[in-house]
């Protein structure tokens, strides 16, 4: 393999992979792969890339050393799994899987070819969510108490038709959707499982079989809690993420485009109490997640290091979601 200028496959050429292709640094795009072929031919042409919709094709390349999988929830584990045996690099979306239980495999053949496999939790590079964690890092709130998280959209007409309204396709819904991000920057930010999952499902508005609801209240082995809420039901997009401290609270806004610019709070609780101090960032360029999620994952190759979110981040979020479906049976 080339580490100044691997060769990649995209397999998946829908938004996100279209997002991805866009993203990848030194690397070449080399194969794009999609069941609507159409599709996998206008991302590949810029690129001079090879055109396929058979995906065993496109992850058993001997020209490829990096897989990017971007399809729906069912796939996701299968492909992985099988670029993972072939001793490819995989890069799998979010939530990486319906179960848990799923990436099993993803994880065994891994291991066997020394593939890295990282999990596209994206969130954790956008720059307000960094920072956030700088502060938690470097002590500034104190010690944790809980998080508050928000996340939403109002998604559009015909939603309740398209795939991820279709329990097989997608393992659920919102809760696996955008419900996954927040409960991995959960357990970023607190750094700890969660021991104790209580939640609620509901579906207010959308003609699905799933929900377009999800709240949780989580609680680590230390007693710290997570207050999680996602939605498609938010007719504003949304993103909120409070973090507090016992000498501090962060604020996280936005994530740039729809949901507004990235900003984070910082409240300083003086030792007297009161009106605490505030200072305050903001990140009103582009979201540059994509390109510094892929650069890490370089560098996970480069260095041979396991890649952080890895498939036990996803399998940790995914086991809280279903905890919550088993409790809210439908
Ligand atoms: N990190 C984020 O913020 C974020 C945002 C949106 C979506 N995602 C994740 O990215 C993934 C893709 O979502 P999307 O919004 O791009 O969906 P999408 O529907 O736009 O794209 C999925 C693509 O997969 C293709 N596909 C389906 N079956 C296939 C097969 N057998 N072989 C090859 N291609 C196949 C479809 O034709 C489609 O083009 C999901 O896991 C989703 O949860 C992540």
Not at 110 to 118: E, K, L
Not at 241 to 258: M, N, T
Request: aromatic share 10%; net charge negative.
């Amino acid at each position: 393999m080339n580490l100044a200028a691997p060769s990649v496959a995209i397999v998946g050429c829908g938004l996100i992979g279209q997002k991805r292709a866009k993203a990848l640094g030194p690397a070449r795009l080399a194969v794009c792969c999609d069941a609507v072929e159409d599709r996998a031919a206008s991302l590949a042409r810029p690129h001079g890339a090879r055109v396929t919709t058979n995906w065993q094709n496109a992850v058993s390349d001997p020209a490829v050393d990096i897989v990017l999988v971007a399809t729906t929830h069912d796939l996701l584990p299968v492909i992985g799994a099988a670029a993972a045996a072939n001793g490819k690099h995989v890069l799998i979306e979010k939530p990486g899987a319906r179960r848990a239980a799923e990436l099993d495999p993803l994880a065994a053949a891994a291991a066997q070819t020394g593939a890295r496999v990282r999990v596209g939790f994206n969130h954790r590079f956008h720059r307000a969510l960094q920072k956030a964690h700088e502060l938690v890092a470097d002590g500034s709130l104190g010690p944790l108490m809980f998080v508050r998280g928000r996340y939403g959209h109002g998604g559009r007409i015909g939603y309740d038709k398209e795939w991820r309204s279709i329990p097989e396709k997608s393992g659920g819904g919102e809760l696996v959707d955008q419900g996954c991000h927040l409960i991995d920057l959960a357990r970023w930010y607190l750094g700890a499982d969660f021991t104790r999952i209580q939640g609620s499902i509901a579906t207010y508005f959308w003609d699905m079989p799933v929900e377009d609801n999800g709240f949780l209240l989580l609680e680590t082995a230390a007693g710290q809690t997570a207050f999680l809420h996602a939605t498609w039901t938010e007719w504003k997009n949304l993103f909120s993420f409070e973090i507090y401290g016992r000498v501090g609270k962060l604020e996280i806004s936005g994530l740039g485009g729809s949901y507004g610019t990235e900003r984070v709070t910082f409240y300083k609780m003086s030792p007297e109490m009161g009106p605490p101090e505030t200072f305050a960032w903001e990140y009103p360029m582009g979201d540059n997640s994509w390109d510094l999620e892929f650069q890490a994952f370089l560098e996970d190759i480069r260095l041979g290091r396991d890649p952080n979110p890895g498939v036990a981040d996803a399998q940790a979020a995914l086991r809280v979601i279903e905890s919550v479906y088993k409790e809210n049976p439908r």
